[in-house]
């Protein structure tokens, strides 16, 4: 068998192509890049993973994502303490805080119920997001869980779990996207569509 990479090279390309989203010709071009980067740039580089690895840890509230013991979110004085939005993970949390239009606080539960991946709700933060519902403040959980069976299958057990409180449990809406075009959406997101539709 032709290596065609000098060995260190081959482990990085191996290395970028286990990324999620990396095929074979993006690390492949990844790899070059740094293979182009001056000693100084790829050190510092090498020193933001280390850096990243050793320095964020989960919020001991939320679960996001911090550098210190309680994110910047859950230590923000200008929340609304009275409602919370469950995500799957903090990228999630950080596309919701992008649009501006959320001001209260987040639980992550660190991914989504999902028997086939043997996940249970024990894998997950369900028990602490429980925990917070009792001893908060919170009168409304939003569920901001992705469309699909895994995402439906936990929304329907928190919702499940926390009705016997007095806190009222909404889905995010889904259907058709913003700018989207009717002809191009499939019938599951039409199907949605019509049945997330409002008054206008």
Same mark, same amino acid.
């Given at each position: ?78 929340? +609304?303490?009275? $409602?919370?939005?469950? #995500? &799957? ?7 919701? =805080?992008?649009?501006?239009?959320? @001001? ?18 024990? +894998?997950?933060? $369900?028990?602490?997001? #429980? &925990? ?7 009168? =409304?959980?939003?569920?901001?869980? @992705? ?18 409180? +007095? ?34």
């Amino acid at each position: 068998m032709i290596t065609y990479y000098a060995k260190p090279l081959a482990k990085l390309v191996n290395k970028l192509e286990s990324f999620p989203g990396i095929g074979a010709k993006s690390a492949q071009r990844i790899a070059f890049y740094i293979l182009s980067l001056s000693e100084a740039e790829a050190q510092s580089l090498a020193e933001s993973i280390i850096s990243v690895k050793e320095k964020i840890k989960e919020c001991s509230v939320c679960f996001n994502f911090s550098e210190d013991d309680i994110c910047e979110v859950c230590a923000s004085p200008g929340r +609304d303490n009275e $409602i919370l939005c469950v #995500v &799957s993970d903090a990228k999630d949390l950080i596309t919701m =805080e992008k649009t501006h239009e959320y @001001n209260g606080f987040y639980h992550v539960l660190g991914g989504v119920i999902s028997p086939l991946d043997n996940v249970g709700p024990d +894998d997950i933060k $369900i028990r602490e997001l #429980v &925990s917070r519902v009792v001893n908060g403040t919170f009168k =409304e959980i939003i569920v901001a869980l @992705n469309p699909t069976v895994e995402g439906d299958t936990t929304a329907m057990y928190i919702s499940k779990l926390v009705k016997n409180f +007095d806190v009222k449990v909404t889905r995010i809406g889904y259907g058709m996207p913003v700018g989207g075009e009717i002809d191009y959406a499939d019938q599951a997101t039409m199907i949605k569509a019509l049945e997330w539709r409002r008054e206008i």
